[in-house]
């Protein structure tokens, strides 16, 4: 995990020093009380501790010599968590739009697919069931206001 | 004590709430992957819609079920639900191995509950002695409470404590976006509108929460990590018999009691508990040998414990406003959202609400009792559940949770956007539920930061004027040096 701290380390620093920069642009002492004060407390903390983690990578990284396995996802599996995060997104931007009856089986038939479901019934039964039943519980009982639909 | 009677009538005429909690706290429990906190999240939208008192005993109530339903799987699969149940592992499998899997599971029922009924008991005794000593804190204790508040940050962390301070200190800049208290400016929005709102806590609960579990749990799958252990049908006879249940009883009430002094210790929690009562159980033993191989005592140690660790952990939470461990700082967020404000001064303004959680959690025991000894049967059927309907299932129920709140998409966006950072947090060793403390405990430690800068004309010495703010930065500086000794320990072993 050495090399993937590095990189934690300067995201995490650079973010640091954009809010530092921020900060900087805030109104001055007011009153005894300086709204600056506490925020750079934070800011510079977390800097430091990316400082510290960054250091602590490299340190591990030049450590151990045999090379540790991935740390992040790979191929097939990086795919279907792609897939997986598009299609919330994708529900995001589709649910006021085309509203709920409509989007959100598809979101589960997809979701379904992804965790291994491949009989088309069962998928087609599953994803209307749960998506009436969820509809059912959030409009139904507790008056959620979900988005209609074009068909209606 | 008429306040408390008045809390158990209320109780029993929201027992519908309670059997809820509980019942998806086991459900939660039982499947590997699942947590009490997912649990609290999952139940959120739910709990936005029902009185405060409805909600907290509701919460409660899956807290301790989702720490006793951890032992079902445990037992059955040899896979804890939860880890404050991994100890239960080490006796518990290999009694279901030999066909006896019925004899554990009463075991472990009767133990949780005796545990939770121990810690309940705690809590409703202890609590309120402490917020009396809590009502007297000033903004300078307030600070340097919040202050030891965040540094159990570091210590509830997964893998460093300098992940733990990080993820704890994003928590804190996150929370830090929209506009100052203090003065109302504007402040880290970089131009966009909808930052001036900051950052609402359901989506990023649900995000960091639950949605990165369900991204976890897919890489699992698809890695081949998930594959479905085969489990024991075969329960046996369920009640042990008399010569099996001598000598039990001790262990159980020993380890209830240890579990609840190490419940009410912030940055703890059922695993080290468990850990420990396990082992006290086996150095007490006449038969330590027999420890590992399916040894009753060994159930019922971890499992009194663990339980007894959640009254124990509600205490700093309801009377100081600080989570003890991950559930609890779940549940503080959930106990915002609903408006519920946790301190010393929920025992003196919303007193029907404290007697309400008190007798609540008493009688969630005896629901767990019921629900326990009722579903050692059907256990076997909740292990069957297809992970490809549950987890399209949280999804949905996560975006529309998100959406619930507020009738909005742009929180919905915001809970995907979090669930990708929680998972990533959660895939390289940093600590969401130190995020969340961050989140929580920064505008307040920042808000007493400033009450006690203005009441003092800005002299920051003020901070350090009372012993009891004193004793809380002593405290601050313990828990940290705790986690780096604990640390340094187990880089020491990792090399060995």
Redesign the interface.
């Known amino acids: 995990?050495g090399r993937?701290?590095i990189v934690?380390g300067f995201v995490?620093g650079a973010?640091s020093l954009l809010?530092f920069v921020?900060?900087l642009s805030?109104?001055a002492s007011?009153?005894?009380?300086n709204?600056r004060?506490?925020?750079l407390i934070?800011?510079l903390?977390?800097f430091g501790?990316?400082v510290?983690?960054g250091i602590?990578g490299l340190l591990r990284s030049l450590r151990d010599r045999n090379p540790l396995p991935p740390?992040?996802?790979r191929g097939?599996?990086a795919g279907?968590?792609a897939v997986?995060?598009a299609a919330?997104?994708g529900?995001?931007l589709i649910?006021?739009p085309v509203g709920y009856i409509l989007a959100?089986p598809v979101?589960?038939a997809v979701?379904?697919i992804?965790?291994?479901?491949r009989r088309p019934i069962r998928i087609a039964i599953?994803?209307l069931t749960?998506?009436a039943a969820?509809y059912f519980l959030?409009r139904g009982?507790?008056?959620?206001?979900?988005p209609r639909s074009i068909l209606w | 004590m008429p306040g408390l009677l008045e809390g158990f009538v209320y109780a029993f005429s929201h027992l519908h709430f309670l059997a809820i909690g509980v019942v998806g706290g086991i459900l939660v429990g039982v499947i590997p992957g699942l947590s009490g906190s997912t649990g609290i999240i999952l139940m959120l939208p739910f709990l936005l819609y029902v009185e405060p008192s409805a909600a907290l005993i509701m919460m409660s109530g899956l807290f301790c079920g989702s720490m006793y339903g951890g032992s079902i799987s445990a037992i059955l699969i040899s896979t804890p639900g939860t880890p404050s149940a991994a100890a239960t592992v080490l006796d518990g499998y290999p009694l279901a191995k030999k066909g006896q899997a019925g004899k554990a599971l009463w075991v472990a029922t009767i133990a949780s509950t005796a545990g939770g009924m121990v810690s309940a008991l705690c809590l409703i005794f202890l609590a309120p002695q402490l917020a009396r000593i809590a009502l007297k804190f000033g903004p300078a204790e307030y600070f340097a409470l919040m202050i030891f508040g965040l540094t159990i940050m570091a210590s509830v962390s997964a893998s460093s404590i300098t992940k733990g301070l990080i993820s704890g200190f994003f928590g804190i800049l996150l929370s830090l976006v929209g506009i100052d208290p203090t003065l109302g400016t504007e402040r880290f929005t970089f131009g966009v509108v909808r930052l001036l709102t900051g950052f609402s806590m359901m989506p990023v609960l649900i995000g960091v929460f639950a949605l990165s579990e369900v991204l976890l749990q897919l890489e699992l799958l698809s890695d081949g990590k998930l594959a479905r252990i085969p489990h024991t049908d075969t329960l046996g006879s369920i009640v042990p018999t008399k010569k099996e249940r001598k000598g039990l009883w001790k262990v159980i009430l020993g380890s209830s009691i240890l579990g609840t002094i190490i419940g009410i210790i912030p940055a703890t929690g059922g695993a080290i508990a468990s850990f420990m009562a396990y082992n006290e159980a086996r150095r007490f033993s006449k038969e330590p040998e027999t420890f590992g191989t399916g040894n009753l005592a060994g159930i019922a140690a971890p499992e009194a414990a663990n339980n007894g660790t959640t009254g124990g952990a509600m205490v700093p939470l309801i009377t100081l406003g600080i989570p003890g461990d991950v559930v609890t700082a779940v549940m503080l967020g959930a106990l915002l959202l609903i408006g519920v404000q946790p301190g010393p001064l929920l025992f003196s303004q919303t007193p029907h609400i404290v007697n309400n959680l008190f007798a609540g959690f008493l009688v969630a025991q005896f629901l767990i009792l019921g629900f326990g000894l009722l579903s050692i049967r059907v256990s076997p059927l909740i292990l069957k559940a297809p992970l490809a309907v549950l987890f399209p299932l949280i999804l949905c129920l996560c975006l529309l949770g998100a959406f619930s709140l507020g009738n909005s998409m742009y929180d919905v966006g915001l809970a995907i956007i979090f669930g990708a950072i929680g998972y990533l947090m959660k895939k390289h060793g940093f600590s969401a539920a130190s995020l969340i403390l961050g989140l929580i405990l920064g505008p307040i430690a920042e808000r007493e930061l400033s009450r006690a800068l203005i009441l003092s004309h800005g002299n920051w010495l003020t901070l350090v004027k009372s012993p009891i703010a004193v004793g809380f930065y002593v405290l601050a500086l313990a828990s940290v040096g705790y986690s780096l000794a604990g640390s340094g320990k187990a880089g020491k072993a990792n090399k060995a």
Not at chain 1, 30 to 33: A, C, P, V
Not at chain 1, 114 to 117: A, I, M, R
């Open positions: 995990m993937i701290d934690y995490l973010l809010f921020e900060t805030a109104p007011r009153g005894g009380i709204p004060t506490f925020p934070v800011i903390s977390l501790l990316s510290v983690l602590q740390t992040l996802p097939k599996t279907k968590l997986l995060t919330g997104a529900y995001t649910l006021e959100t979101l589960i979701a379904m992804l965790f291994g479901e599953l994803s749960a998506s969820l959030f009982v507790f008056r959620v206001p979900l």
